[in-house]
């Protein structure tokens, strides 16, 4: 696979086909990226599983903290890893010792590992590497673009506010997230003519 480019049905396919995901190097500090990204996933509906040693006895979004994949005792969809690229194949390692092995391995923003997602394709498994899975979701859902973002997304029909409980279009529902007082009244204005 080209690891340069994904397409938007690989990314899409991913999204809507793992549940369970553990997060290796998850923080509890709310000014880190990973504690955004575990939160935002935690609201539209994945299993997450924080994976730090360092932070083993705290919990994260009320899961508690793992010290490694091995620890988990359940089977995963994806193992999302939040670490530096020299880190990330002893991770992979890791990830290919469970039994039953994962679906996905996914390297966050920054993080990149050839040899390892070689390593991790030749078991079987599906890799993205440089990517985030919230904005990716954000992106394929269309919530991206309530946010003033390009979503590369090209319609002439502009995508629906997202409210609680509805469903997007990764087939997952919304639990949380983008209604603020500016969306609110966008859409009333948009609704009331007067």
Known sequence: MNHDTYPDDYIRGILN??????????????IRPSFFAFKYLVQRGYDMIPVNPGHVGKSLMGRPFVASLADIGRPLDMVDIFRSSQHIMPVVDEAL??????????????????????????????????????????????????????????????????????????????????????????????????
């Open 17 to 30: 086909g793992v549940k369970v995901i553990a997060m290796v190097g998850a923080s509890p500090s709310e």
């Open 97 to 194: 010792k469970l039994q039953p092995l994962p679906k996905v391995i996914w390297m966050q923003l920054g993080a990149r590992d050839d040899a390892a997602a070689e390593k991790a394709e030749a078991a079987g498994l599906k890799v993205v590497m440089n990517r985030c899975p919230k904005i990716e979701y954000g992106r394929l859902s269309s919530e991206i673009s309530w946010m003033g973002v390009n979503s590369r997304t090209i319609s002439a029909k502009r995508a629906p506010i997202p409210t609680q409980g509805m469903r997007l279009s990764l087939n997952r529902t919304s639990v949380g997230g983008g209604a603020t007082s500016a969306a609110d009244r966008a859409a009333k204005d948009r609704s009331d003519p007067t």
